[in-house]
């Protein structure tokens, strides 16, 4: 452990922090900046034009930060936020952080959804409600439900709708997987299901597996349930000629929730290449 500094400058506390998260980071600067810049409230050019020093408080503040951060910790829950689809979103160990990757799920759905007059729109598993508030945000005309089993994950979402300034979009806790609307009412339902298989759970690194909800990672059983359960239930929800758009994994994974849906007789199916150039988003017509 390198030294703390003894004295307030912005500069001086950036070298220190990039050299205790060098013990777990390769990108260690890049994080360095991001976290003093979200202690100061301020962006990351702006670190090095501050001409004020830090108070003893955010010394100590950030010192804890830090350690946490060193401990394992993710730096989007030690700041309380992240960024989304360029928006702010506020986030706890109630709700799986947003990835970058399920950006390429919003773009799918507002491709498939902009063009339709009022599109009725639900997203399960809603979690921070990133998709949801980006979505209806992105597609003002849209109605937008977010559902969740989780009471805090709602809690989260409601603030993230508030922060904001999205008004189209409400939340309701509920199980998707006991739950039928009284009729089929939607036009495109969005999900990023728990799709973890309970076996693989173990190789998750532990910033994951010890910090992230299990509740959103996993249905602890083969990571399929949730889309065997739309395939079985999709007319129930949504409307004929609506779209189901969703996140699968990795490797064999996207096969196998196609086949979920093969053998359920549809055959509008598409998948859809991430920003890593994996087809992770998988969407279906239903007719």
């Not at 004295?7 to 994080?31: R, Y």
Request: proline fraction near 5%; hydrophobic fraction near 40%.
């Amino acid at each position: 452990m390198t030294s703390v500094p003894q004295d307030g400058q912005i500069n001086t506390w950036l070298k220190w922090s990039a050299a205790e998260l060098s013990l777990i980071l390769e990108d260690n600067t890049q994080e360095a900046e991001w976290l003093l810049s979200s202690l100061l409230n301020c962006t990351k050019s702006e670190l090095y034009i501050q001409k004020n020093e830090l108070t003893k408080q955010q010394s100590k503040l950030f010192q804890h930060w830090i350690s946490s951060r060193v401990k394992g910790l993710p730096a989007q829950y030690i700041t309380g936020w992240t960024e989304f689809y360029g928006r702010r979103f506020n986030v706890n160990t109630s709700v799986l952080i947003p990835r970058p990757e399920t950006e390429r799920l919003v773009d799918v759905a507002i491709h498939s959804l902009q063009e339709l007059d009022n599109p009725q729109i639900v997203d399960i598993g809603t979690g921070s409600g990133c998709i949801a508030i980006s979505v209806a945000a992105e597609i003002s005309n849209a109605t937008v439900l977010g559902l969740d089993i989780s009471e805090d994950a709602l809690a989260i979402a409601e603030e993230n709708a508030s922060i904001n300034n999205v008004d189209n979009v409400k939340f309701l806790q509920t199980d998707f997987l006991r739950f039928n609307p009284p009729e089929p009412i939607y036009d495109g339902l969005l999900m990023n299901p728990p799709y973890i298989p309970e076996k693989e759970m173990s190789t998750l690194t532990t910033e994951i597996r010890d910090n992230e909800p299990h509740l959103a990672l996993t249905d602890n059983k083969d990571g399929l349930l949730f889309y065997q359960h739309l395939s079985e239930s999709a007319n129930k929800w949504v409307r004929p000629g609506s779209w189901l758009i969703m996140e699968a994994g990795l490797g064999n994974h996207p096969q196998k929730v196609k086949e979920c849906f093969d053998r359920k007789g549809f055959e509008h199916l598409e998948f859809i290449a991430d920003f890593n150039s994996d087809e992770r988003i998988f969407k279906v017509q239903v007719l």
